[in-house]
């Protein structure tokens, strides 16, 4: 009996530290966290909170206007001043339906959600040099999005690198985009 108990409170012991490990999910984070409409930020769900720092998150290789069926080159910077940043990024049409097929690059995985929607992400987050640290990924436009329309949904993570999940915060933006007429 007392073998069966030990054996039953070290299960439990081990479950809660894997749980707990990988609620911190450095690599590969949950995805669905960029504000996006019906989601969250790693700050309102509790992942991260309590950081004091300040910065800005912005994208670029994506022009106002996008071509169908064209491929882009993103770059997502995070210039804070934070010590260690993190990412996760997507594209909603009008109907806040997947818009596009984002493609990994290196430092950068994509991660599936609820559905079909796809997320870019870093697969391990990046120290800050000189105030920032950006991510190169792809993505190419659809052959038609509803409402001619798309929104790029984005966050970094701002982390003081202490791996806890207090003394961190969420940066949070967003880029509209229309398809350009044929």
Request: hydrophobic fraction near 35%; include cysteine; glycine fraction near 10%.
């Amino acid at each position: 009996m007392n073998r069966n108990l030990f054996a039953a409170c070290l299960m439990l012991i081990c479950l809660w530290f894997g749980l707990t490990n990988a609620m911190k999910n450095p690599n590969n984070p949950p995805t669905g966290k960029t504000g996006a409409p019906g989601e969250n930020t790693c700050a309102q769900s509790d992942c991260h909170s309590g950081g004091m720092f300040t910065g800005t998150v912005a994208i670029s290789g994506v022009p106002d206007t996008v071509v169908a069926n064209t491929t882009y080159t993103i770059t997502l910077k995070n210039t804070s001043n934070a010590i260690r940043a993190g990412f996760q990024l997507t594209c909603f049409d009008n109907a806040n339906a997947m818009c596009g097929t984002l493609t990994a690059g290196t430092g950068v995985n994509i991660g599936s959600g609820a559905s079909g929607k796809r997320y870019a992400r870093q697969s391990s987050p990046k120290i800050l040099s000189n105030g920032s640290t950006s991510w190169t990924f792809t993505w190419t436009a659809p052959a038609s999005a509803s409402g001619n329309k798309a929104t790029f949904y984005f966050v970094s993570l701002c982390a003081d690198n202490n791996g806890g999940k207090t003394g961190d915060n969420v940066l949070v933006s967003s880029k509209p985009v229309v398809f350009l007429s044929t």
